[in-house]
């Protein structure tokens, strides 16, 4: 060692070597700097490992936070195509959840078009005015939730379970288990990128559905068709869970998912159970209706036919009767030609018996028995006359007399309907009063012939006597002609005279008694002045016609 | 509810972890599920002393190693329940190796070890040594599906394990 550095040791030594040692103390620290960058993410997995992870985090949260805002606003394209692998099956998948959704209510709507359901679907939307996609949805809505599990996604560990209650129970711990195994096994099986999972498989008649969240698993048996938004409902809940366990130390799944899930199946189950059955009941009585309906109808046409073909032959068989139309509504209507002179219409619905309606246009038949009417009415057909018409020819029958054939016969050929006049049969007489004229010219030769010197006389005389002279009074009424008598009473030769007198009055008053008995009045019987000189053993009476 | 813990049977194939299952709980799925999704899953509740806890045994078709879908049904375990075949050693090995790779999958959990087909004892292989020391750090019991021996007890004490953690 020079002096020089002897004496540069003495005066600058300490110094040199604190200027040394903190030479080495800063190189060591470079070194320690320099080896920061490679250890930091050893020290922070080893401070995430151990305790002091919680600090770990808190001190990270707000610089990754701020960090994360600048890179958003000084370079956002960097962070949409960091995101954009992510973004994109995110957004496919919910496109995809909702067309899938979509297309099952459409095909549904499709597949209930055009069956026996789907018509009757259609009824009810044309009767209540509700459109038929509404319709469909309303009626294919319908399912229940029969099992609902939360299973914890790792160990699958049954968290929740929820059943219908009248179901019969079973091992839903296994069931969990085999759950999660079978997803576990489809997820390898498949392999599918973006790690695809069982979302959903038919069970006999349930509906398997399946949500994976990152800490539990939601799996519903569902019986019935349910809409896509039970889908979503699910995954629904499944998020609301899992946002309720984030960050939430010691997070009560159990509690919470019945919480959350009761009101879920409550939510499902009520007001759209399935339908029960509808009974057959109503069914059969529909049916017995119908057909007891159908038979009535089948009856009713039956009896109208023949009762239409009862009126028929009714109308047809009387003569001056032409049917025009017949109709039923409620009543049988008939429009029916009818001559005057045939019968009425009164006799058609007794002889049907039942009401009927008819409307009446008149008309002169060339039946024969109106035309036999015509005549009678036309030709004042007297008692002691008949007529019958056959094919148009009128014949006259019995005994008219000659001031009816003087008035009337000339008129019969004229009648409508009448083709020719046979009058062979009829006797053409003297006229009444002419009758009455010659009855009583008869009566006035007549007397009650009495024995010499008596008063007494033969009764069947007396009885022959009172027949004729009622014939006269009969026929004087009939013509109503006033007749009277003069009885005279008469006296025999010899006798004396006041024997002959007593004689002559006994015997009138017995004639006058006996014209009595033949019903003529008191007043048009008069007894004769007595006359001495009519000598004979009768009484005798003149009748005189007013 | 009782509380509910996830059990695994692990263990070659052949070693009758199935029957052990079958004498154990009822059986809601058919074995069929073994061979088809690789597992079987039932139920058992399990009273101890002082409280009920519900076991969800997952029965794992037989492998000498666990594979990806295996991995993914263990996950969650509460506990694990091993399982030889007494007449075969290389099934202890096949049971030692599984339990080896769990670990990597989950986290401390309880362990059983049933050596199984006690009914047919006089043609162990496993020797009464290796059960010895493995008792030591494991709890072993000697089954038989066969009979129903020591399978009860088994399942208890893997409950009673299960429900003293957390």
Redesign the interface.
């Known amino acids: 060692m020079t002096k020089y550095q002897q004496l540069r040791e003495l005066l600058l030594g300490d110094e040199r070597r604190a200027l040394q040692r903190q030479q080495a103390q800063i190189d060591a620290l470079s070194d320690a700097h320099a080896d920061l960058a490679q250890q930091l993410p050893a020290l922070i997995e080893a401070a995430e490992q151990g305790p002091a992870k919680p600090a770990l985090h808190q001190a990270l949260s707000p610089v990754v936070a701020a960090a994360l805002d600048d890179s958003v606003r000084r370079a956002p394209q960097r962070i949409v195509d960091a995101l954009f692998p992510i973004i994109g099956p995110a957004i496919r998948k919910a496109i995809a959840e909702a067309l899938r959704g979509f297309v099952l209510d459409i095909n549904r709507a499709m597949e209930m078009s055009f069956t026996p359901r789907g018509l009757r679907w259609r009824l009810e939307s044309w009767r209540s005015g509700v459109p038929f996609a509404q319709v469909v949805l309303k009626h294919t809505l319908s399912y229940r939730i029969d099992h609902l599990f939360l299973i914890?996604r790792?160990?699958?560990?049954?968290l929740y379970?929820y059943s219908a209650p009248e179901l019969p129970d079973?091992?839903a711990?296994?069931?969990?288990?085999?759950l999660t195994?079978?997803g576990?096994?489809v997820?390898?099986s498949v392999q599918a990128p973006g790690g695809g999972s069982l979302a959903s498989a038919t069970v006999g008649e349930h509906l398997l559905l399946v949500r994976e969240g990152p800490q539990a698993t939601l799996a519903a048996f569902v019986r019935g068709v349910p809409p896509a938004a039970l889908h979503e409902r699910l995954s629904q809940k499944l998020e609301d869970l899992h946002r309720g366990a984030a960050g939430v130390p010691g997070f009560d799944w159990?509690i919470e998912a019945a919480r959350a899930l009761d009101v879920t199946a409550a939510l499902v189950v009520r007001g759209e159970e399935q339908r029960a059955p509808m009974p057959k009941w109503p069914w059969i009585v529909l049916a017995l209706f119908l057909a007891i309906g159908f038979s009535w109808l089948i009856w009713q046409r039956i009896e109208q036919g023949r009762e239409r073909a009862q009126l028929q032959s009714i109308v047809a068989a009387e003569p001056g009767w032409r049917l025009i139309a017949l109709d039923r509504n409620g009543v049988w209507q008939l429009q029916l030609l009818r001559d005057p002179d045939a019968r009425s219409v009164a006799h058609l619905e007794k002889q049907f018996g039942g009401p009927v309606e008819v409307d009446e246009i008149a008309f002169l038949s060339l039946d024969d028995m109106p035309i036999a009417r015509r005549a009678e009415r036309t030709l004042a057909i007297p008692a002691t006359a008949s007529v019958r018409v056959e094919r148009g020819v009128l014949a006259l029958s019995g005994e008219v007399d000659s001031a009816w054939a003087e008035r009337y016969l000339p008129l019969a050929s004229a009648i409508a309907g009448v083709r020719d006049v046979d009058t062979r049969a009829l006797r053409i007489g003297p006229t009444a009063r002419e009758r009455l004229q010659a009855l009583a010219e008869e009566l006035n030769r007549r007397a009650l012939v009495f024995p010499r010197g008596s008063a007494d006389v033969d009764a069947d005389q007396r009885s022959a006597l009172v027949a004729e002279v009622r014939r006269l009074v009969e026929l004087a009424q009939s013509l109503d002609v006033r007749i009277a008598a003069t009885v005279t009473g008469h006296s025999d030769e010899g006798g004396s005279e006041r024997r002959n007198r007593l004689l002559r009055a006994e015997r009138a008053q017995i004639l006058h008694d006996s014209l009595r008995a033949a019903g003529v009045g008191a007043d048009q019987i008069v007894i004769a002045v007595d006359n001495p000189q009519a000598l004979a053993p009768k009484a005798t009476m003149h009748w005189e016609i007013r | 509810?009782s509380e509910?813990?996830?059990i695994c049977l692990l263990g070659d194939f052949a070693v009758g972890k199935s029957s052990l299952v079958a004498r154990f709980v009822?059986n809601?799925?058919s074995d069929k599920?073994l061979t088809t999704?690789?597992?079987?899953?039932?139920?058992k509740e399990v009273r101890l002393t002082d409280r009920a806890v519900?076991l969800?045994v997952?029965d794992l078709a037989g492998k000498a190693e666990l594979d990806?879908?295996n991995k993914?049904?263990i996950?969650?375990?509460?506990g694990l329940m091993l399982v030889v075949d007494g007449t075969r050693e290389a099934s202890l090995r096949a049971a030692l190796y599984l339990w080896m790779q769990s670990q990597k999958q989950l986290a401390q959990v309880p362990v059983v070890l049933m050596i199984n087909k006690l009914d047919m004892i006089d043609r162990w292989e496993v020797s009464s040594a290796d059960i010895a020391r493995l008792s030591e750090s494991v709890p072993t019991f000697r089954t038989s599906a066969l009979s129903g021996e020591g399978v009860e007890a088994a399942f208890t004490t893997l409950a009673q394990r299960v429900t003293e953690r957390p």
Do not use: C, N, Q
């Not at chain 1, 790792?154 to 049954?158: C, D, N, P, R, S």
């Not at chain 1, 711990?173 to 085999?178: L, P």
């Open positions: 914890e790792e160990a699958g560990i049954l379970r079973l091992d711990d296994a069931i969990a288990g085999m195994a079978i576990d096994f997820r390898d159990p | 509810m509910a813990r996830k009822r809601t799925f599920y999704v690789g597992v079987k899953v039932d139920s519900k969800v997952w990806s879908l993914t049904y996950r969650g375990a509460h």
